[in-house]
């Protein structure tokens, strides 16, 4: 699986500004709406570490 499901989208947020994430299918990664952090997505797991 290299997407994200709907559901997760739906509840996850930025861990550094807690702003909404927009999710990039092409580049699998998630970017924050607010402070613009950029999050990969590793085997359908965003990795929200900073």
């Known amino acids: 699986m290299t997407g ?3 559901r997760l989208l739906s509840i996850i947020c930025c861990p550094a500004c807690k702003s909404d994430l ?3 299918k092409k580049n699998s990664r998630l970017s924050c709406k ?3 952090k950029v999050y990969e ?3 359908g797991i ?3 570490l900073t």
């Open 22 to 24: 927009d999710y990039d």
């Open 34 to 36: 607010g402070c613009k």
């Open 46 to 48: 965003p990795v929200l």
């Open 4 to 6: 994200i499901s709907e």
């Open 41 to 43: 997505i590793k085997d």
